[in-house]
């Protein structure tokens, strides 16, 4: 609705003013009008006199209107307000700006200082300022071109960005063009961020890297979703998140999928999950993979291979759980550890201590040599794969250890 307040600079501007609050019943209020297009009607006046005295050819009649027109369609105001309400009358937003220059068949005003407040529901979701801005708007949605700020003053985010787009039909707030958002727990740039105002969601696109302040991760993925109230960060593309210890990356974690509760500093990671470690230095890799940075316990559900780099040791098995801090490793199901010249130990279970170099497997043991050839049977072993010093146990007097050797043949 269009609201004045003081007087015009002249009899035609008002009529002018007058002819835009028709024009325009709910897009833009203009404040103080103050032109400096008094005297130019009769100026216009005199110099068609004067080209009358002149030149007795008649003069086109619809100069003084067409002068008119052209200064009606391109005025400067100043105290501008710009509102726009539903249908039940709430206000779905409010813009105001020192001065604005505006263009009556776009409908577009370059304001300078703009600030107001975005509504849904007849509630402010987000605050919005900027040095200077273009403005469209259509009744159903509010365009800013400029360097724009965007606050949510019920949980603190701010997005700043030099575009924004405001469906509040569609319940959509969209920040886009150098997109960077903070907030006390995350920070994050990216190309653009669409905002479901209602559902406090934040859906942040293209080269997306986001700061987590705690626990302190850096992610990067093509499309990341973060759902404030649930305090969860999902991602259905490729995604890294890299985790820091006195900002130095500690682990890093790999997938086509991930989804990160930061409340409780649990990372699930699927499918084609990885996970590098620095101390030890491992890499584990499955199909599936929770990370809980607070316990420093990683677990799979799925098949896994565990590598030791520098031992160069291969593990696998059908479900797996690391300890970091105890350094310790459990697999479960189909274990086989591979050692750097090719002696296996397959068992049901099998522990491992990585500080220790030690193996200990339960259930169904069997060890196998390249050089000399040669396999022990049993119920347990315990030892140094590396070394291939391992001990095998029977376990009972009726399930005997059974040693295979197989001599090399003459010639070799």
């Given at each position: ?80 307000a710009l509102e726009q309400f539903d249908e039940t009358g709430r206000p779905i937003w409010k813009v105001k700006a020192k001065q604005a220059k505006y263009t009556k068949e776009k409908q577009i005003a370059q304001a300078e200082k703009p600030n107001g407040e975005l509504y849904q529901d007849g509630k402010v979701v987000y605050n ?102 649930e305090d969860k960060l999902i991602s259905d593309r490729p995604i890294q998140i890299d985790r820091y210890k006195n900002n130095q990356i500690t682990d890093r974690g790999r997938g086509n999928a991930a989804q990160v509760n930061l409340k409780t500093k649990v990372a699930t990671i699927k499918p084609n999950a990885q996970l590098e ?136």
């Open positions: 609705m269009l609201h004045q307040q003081g007087r015009t600079n002249g009899r035609d501007n008002s009529k002018a003013q007058r002819g835009n609050h028709k024009y325009s019943p709910q897009f833009y209020s203009f404040r103080q009008l103050q032109l400096n297009w008094y005297h130019l009607p009769l100026t216009l006046c005199l110099l068609m006199g004067l080209s009358s005295c002149v030149n007795p050819s008649p003069t086109p009649p619809n100069i003084q209107e067409s002068a008119k027109q052209d200064l009606d369609s391109k005025l400067t105001f100043f105290g501008v919005i300022k900027a040095d200077q801005a273009d403005i469209e708007q259509d009744g159903k949605q509010l365009l800013l071109k400029g360097k724009i700020v965007a606050t949510d003053p019920r949980n603190g985010i701010v997005l700043q960005g030099n575009e924004l787009e405001w469906r509040p039909q569609e319940d959509l707030l969209i920040v886009r063009n150098q997109l960077n958002g903070n907030h006390k727990q995350l920070q994050a740039v990216a190309k653009e961020a669409r905002v479901k105002t209602r559902e406090q969601r934040v859906e942040f696109f293209g080269g997306v890297v986001a700061k987590s302040v705690d626990p302190p991760l850096q992610i990067q993925s093509e499309h990341l979703t973060w759902k404030i109230k470690l620095l101390d030890p230095p491992m890499q584990i890799v499955s199909n599936s993979m929770t990370w809980n940075m607070n316990t420093e316990i990683v677990t799979t559900n799925s098949p896994v291979r565990i590598l030791h780099r520098t031992e160069n040791v291969n593990v696998t098995g059908n479900q797996a759980e690391m300890k970091i801090p105890q350094k310790t490793v459990y697999l479960t199901g189909n274990v086989q550890a591979v050692g750097q010249r090719r002696q296996t130990l397959t068992s049901n279970q099998l522990t491992w201590y990585l500080e220790k170099k030690l193996l200990e497997a339960q259930g169904n043991v069997v060890y196998r040599q390249i050089e000399p050839k040669l396999t022990f049977t049993g119920e347990t072993a315990v030892g140094n794969l590396q070394t291939e010093n391992i001990v095998v146990k029977g376990g009972s007097s009726s399930n005997r250890v059974l040693t295979e050797i197989i001599p090399q043949e003459k010639g070799q």
